[in-house]
């Protein structure tokens, strides 16, 4: 079975930007998540779907960031206007269903780098 | 809030040499506590979940293992393609759309050496 697809894997842009992340979820799978990694904080949580409908963006830094699920498959996380401090690793993770303790799988990221 | 504390934060060990990681928390009402594995360059991998005081996971040469404050992870025997980084999340009970979260510790990074 195919993992959680995550595109680009690397992006390089000049601050100020429109940034575009695209993940694609594994098949079946109905809850979506997305992440930010970074040295200084480790792995936080910025949003979270489940069939379809976004449930929690309270982790989501600032308006500039925005993220969406245009059908039950596959999502997009965009930064307008993006900033140094946006740099890091962005993970999108999939799991089957959040109310049974369902493992989340982890796509391998897209590392973001705001010049 | 739910708290993950883990250590040593990095661990060098010779080929064959057994250890532990810890993964010290706090947490309301645990849901769920995980294991991930995370190469460079690369996103988290599943390893186990346990979900309750005295229970024990293994995964050939892992094994996790959880009390009520903290879980480890015994690595019997590693070989240099255990060197990794080592991620504990929980998962706390809630009402709503809070139960999902999961809270991550910052890592153990294991290195193996030949």
């Known amino acids: 079975d195919a993992g959680v697809i995550q595109s680009p894997r690397h992006e390089v842009t000049e601050m100020g930007q429109e940034v575009t992340l695209r993940c694609k979820l594994i098949s079946g799978h109905n809850s979506l998540f997305w992440y930010r990694q970074t040295m200084m904080r480790g792995l936080e949580l910025l949003i979270y779907f489940n069939n379809n409908v976004p449930i929690d963006d309270s982790g989501m830094p600032e308006d500039r960031f925005s993220a969406k699920m245009p059908n039950a498959s596959f999502s997009t996380l965009k930064i307008q206007p993006s900033e140094p401090r946006d740099s890091a690793v962005y993970f999108c993770?999939?799991?089957?269903?959040?109310?049974?303790?369902?493992?989340?799988?982890f796509g391998d990221g897209t590392r973001l780098s705001i010049l | 809030e739910d708290q993950v504390t883990q250590s040593p934060e990095a661990l060098r060990l010779q080929e064959g040499e057994s250890s532990s990681l810890n993964c010290s928390y706090t947490?309301?009402?645990?849901?769920?506590l995980f294991w991930y594995r995370q190469d460079p360059g690369k996103g988290p991998e599943f390893l186990f979940t346990?979900?309750?005081?005295?229970e024990e996971k293994e995964k050939e040469r892992l094994k996790a293992t959880l009390t009520k404050k903290e879980s480890f992870l015994h690595i019997t025997a590693p070989k240099p393609e255990d060197s990794a980084t080592y991620l504990c999340?929980?998962?706390?009970w809630g009402s709503g759309a809070g139960s999902y979260q999961l809270t991550f510790g910052k890592g153990t990074k294991l290195s193996v050496i030949p």
């Open positions: 993770a999939s799991s089957l269903d959040d109310r049974d303790q369902q493992p989340q799988h």
């Open positions: 947490v309301s009402g645990l849901r769920g």
């Open positions: 999340a929980v998962q706390a």
């Open positions: 346990l979900y309750s005081a005295g």
